[in-house]
């Protein structure tokens, strides 16, 4: 059974830093692509940041030179820091998972998600 859970989520100012963590069991790690999502009040889900297995990463428009996605498969881990955090970046953020070989990019469904975590930026 695969599980995705996150934490690291909270309550931070304007121009602050978050790290969101994503612990995944049940799956093999290393060959997956792993991604965040996220999800506003009355908003649609939207990818914020993709990482293949091979460790490429990809960022929405809105979080580029902000946001980092990282992988550790030791850990079974994906991570994304957060730096100069804006109101507009509070959502639920969303881990997600997918099988081999499907990438998760805009328009492809995903396999996995985990419960998500509350990010609030206040400004």
């Known amino acids: 059974q695969v599980q995705l859970v996150e934490s690291g989520g909270g309550l931070v100012q304007a121009g602050g830093s978050l790290r969101l963590s994503c612990a995944a069991s049940?799956?093999?790690?290393?060959?997956?692509?792993m991604g965040w999502y996220r999800q506003a009040p009355g908003k649609q889900r939207e990818l914020v940041a993709a990482?293949?297995?091979?460790?490429?990463?990809n960022y929405a428009d809105s979080v580029k030179g902000r946001f980092t996605i990282s992988r550790d498969n030791a850990k079974k881990t994906v991570y994304l820091q957060m730096n100069s955090l804006k109101p507009e970046d509070t959502a639920v953020y969303y881990c997600?998972?997918?099988?081999?070989?499907?990438?998760?990019?805009?328009?492809?469904?995903?396999?996995?998600w985990g419960q998500g975590t509350q990010v609030t930026v206040s400004s």
């Open positions: 997600a998972a997918n099988r081999f070989r499907r990438p998760i990019e805009r328009g492809t469904s995903v396999d996995y």
């Open positions: 049940g799956i093999i790690f290393s060959i997956i692509p």
């Open positions: 990482i293949s297995a091979g460790g490429s990463a």
